[in-house]
């Protein structure tokens, strides 16, 4: 019994072509920045709200620091209430910000 198989190399270049986009999707894509973010010893806890605010929490500090922030594809820019402005950039999961290493908190 013999059997003969086709390859469809359009079919095949879509799923390659759609594997790739899903799997380097940007942050802002995914909205997966949204949530608690905090440093290795805990001190610095960064909460990036969904409608676009933040507020983040210094030692015993509550809300140490709040304003708004916006997400361009893997960089985020800050601008606290008082109007100081700050960046980073999210890689690999992990949120580097004005010097701090910030992980993603899991629920």
Known sequence: MYCTAFLDTYVLTNLINNDYKIMNKTIE???EYIGMWVTEDGHIRHELLPENR????????????RGNYKISENHIDYKDDTGFTAD???????????GMIL???KK
């Open 88 to 98: 980073g950039e999210f890689k690999n999961g992990i949120l580097y910000h004005a």
């Open 29 to 31: 894509e995914t909205k």
């Open 103 to 105: 992980y993603k908190e």
């Open 54 to 65: 933040y507020d983040e929490t210094r030692g015993n500090r509550k809300s140490a620091y």
